[in-house]
């Protein structure tokens, strides 16, 4: 896994800095507001991760190409409004096994290293920067090598793995219905900080500061600055969130009252 990385953080060197930067940003901004305030606006963000989610999942595993792509965002956007909490839930089990996954399934992954995309070749005795649509079809040709070599490191590892990956994910399932804000907060945390991670990677690739190779390097150091910022975005938006709910409660109340009053009113002047 780490081979296709550094060699996509070698090609980026040459691709069109809008590629990078604007994916970024928005990978950053998305971030932030997931990271600290996902909680808050559920329903914003249960159709946008929805969307991406379908989106993503059309293109690499039904059909690649935009209708298929955006018919799929469409309908798991419904889907992820209408279950709200259910999709939540989902959302949170499926991060924990992606996680999982990126751990167990590493070792596999890294035997299967081969030839690089073909799009590299193309670019790699090139000292100009690319135009973005070449810079496009590159990146796409590095996701499907990537997909490819993940379909195949699924057909090598063992059914232990599946099983440890299959219980942390139905402990996420059972955990969410009982502590469902605790889940719920902890799950946009650190999708956001994962998306933060992501955006800032894209950044200083376009800065040719070589991200992908020094995290690589020190690991340790930067899944510790991940774990502290979902604990943070976590404990935030519970003390948050719970801040609002009691604004929205303390105001249903309070037109309550004020019907109430109007009704005792309507009625004493009736009589």
Known sequence: MLEIFQNFEQVTARLAPLTLIVPGLAAIIVGLFVWLGGLGFRRLLVALVGAISGGVCGFFLISRNIITATVAAGLAALIAIIFERLFFIILAAALVAVFAFAVLAGPYIE???????????????????????????????????????????????PAYSWAIIGALAIMLIVGGFWIWRLVSALCCS??????????????????????????????????????????????????????????????????????????????????
């Open 190 to 271: 650190a999708l956001g900080a994962l998306l933060i991670f992501a955006g800032m990677i894209l950044l200083l690739l376009y800065k040719g500061s070589a991200p992908i190779t020094q995290i690589a390097t020190r690991t340790p150091f930067y899944a510790a600055i991940f774990i502290g910022m979902t604990t943070f975005g976590t404990v935030e938006q519970l003390l948050l969130c719970r801040y609002e709910e009691r604004k929205s409660k303390r105001k249903k109340r309070t037109d309550k009252d004020e019907q109430a009053t109007e009704q005792t009113t309507r009625s004493w002047r009736n009589k």
């Open 111 to 157: 035997k299967l290293s081969g030839a690089s995309p073909e799009n590299q070749d193309k670019i790699s005795d090139q000292d100009t920067t690319v135009t973005v649509r070449q810079s496009v079809e590159i990146l796409k040709a590095y996701a499907i090598d990537f997909t490819n070599r993940i379909k195949q490191a699924c057909s090598q590892m």
